[in-house]
């Protein structure tokens, strides 16, 4: 994997092009999530569902975020037969991949909460044994299975063959890996978590000062609205770096085999 390659600042500036191509391709999938945010922030008991059903349609526009790069990365020809080829979403691979990709650090997070709890643990301490304990393997799977989304919309792969695929391509590009993703996600993560802070500091301070129940319901909603397109925002350019990051994978593979005597 050549390191010259993987250029993070200029990725996520790029990032950005792809992304508004995407939206663009299908506008209404954005309006759908906007409603789904506002439905899991107004709506008592619809939360959950909202949230996932908002997932979904992310994950819609996230497969055309990764074409709309991946394409950019081809020749005319190339392209054309690309596009062609590829024209539907397989939506259903890509919601069985999530659920994969969080279940091994789900579980165990939830049974180990349940252990600390039955440990009476103080709260500081139970985060820190949790933080000791998931943090590493949580980083390690997420490094390893970070292109399989990439390899389910590009390659059309199911989502089991897609991790193998994936674990395998970044096999000795554990580190070099990192050093990439680390700085485009806290590049990307940290001030959308900074933006979601101050809009739950401001609206406490409105809810704390008394307001009118209008001006209350348009506060929730604008926060709810923020946060869901800030997110829909980083998610989509984190895919979009994904994909520069597979296509360098792919070549170094590519070369790799080249180079193995028959």
Known sequence: MDKSQLKWQ???????????????EQPLLLVVYLLFSLCAGFIAG??????????????????????????????????KNFQISHSGIP????????????????????FLILLLKSMSLTQNSALIAIAIVII??????????????????IEDRGAVAALRESHRLMDKKFWLSFRYLAPVFLSLFLPMCMLWSALHVGYDLLWQQGVSMPVSIAALAIKALVEGASYFAVQLSMV????????????????VQKDVPL
């Open 10 to 24: 200029g990725d996520i500036i790029e990032s950005f092009r792809f992304t508004d191509k995407g939206v663009n």
């Open 46 to 79: 619809f939360e959950s569902w909202a949230k996932l059903a908002g997932q979904a349609v992310l994950l819609a526009v996230a497969c055309l975020v990764v074409r709309q790069a991946w394409s950019d990365l081809l020749d005319e020809d190339s392209r």
């Open 91 to 110: 939506l259903l691979s890509l919601i069985f991949l999530q659920a994969m990709f969080y279940a091994p650090i789900a579980l165990p997070v939830s």
């Open 136 to 153: 590493p393997p949580g980083v390690w799977w997420s490094l390893k299975s970070a292109l399989a989304i990439v390899l389910v919309c």
């Open 240 to 255: 979009a770096c994904l994909t520069k990051l597979y296509e360098v994978a792919k070549n170094s593979d590519a070369s």
